[in-house]
């Protein structure tokens, strides 16, 4: 399935794919959608990526290991779980802040920022995964 049709119109699949992930991954604390699902979409974008053009080509394309990305991840949601110790509360207590930026007020939240360790967990290990499997059986 490597015609000149496919290969040309991938990136661009790719890359709505990826913001479709990001866009399901921030939305999923108040709809449906959350960093897992998220995650799983974004993993579906590299596979097609690496369908169409190869594993070396996703992997340069990443930058980073995918491991890396799930070992930031796991660090990201585990730290947003200990800031509520910090703050004396119990272990994963959502805490909100509401700062303004460029004259907009906008609200962070640990739940959102592990949500957001989660769409890397899950990105990170399920595509080191599927590479591994696509270069096993002769993706190159």
Known sequence: MNTII??????????????FSVFVTLRGHNEPGGGFIGGLIAVSAFALYGLSHGVPTVRHAMRFHPMEIAGFGLFLAGASGMLSIVFGV??????????????VEVALSTPMFFDIGVYFVVTGSITSIALALEAREGGV
């Not at 290969?7 to 913001?19: D, E, G, K, W």
């Not at 119990?90 to 004259?103: A, E, N, Q, R, S």
């Open 6 to 19: 496919f290969r040309t119109i991938s990136p661009v699949l790719v890359a709505l794919t990826l913001l």
């Open 90 to 103: 119990p272990f994963l207590t959502g805490l909100w802040v509401f700062p303004t930026i460029f004259g």
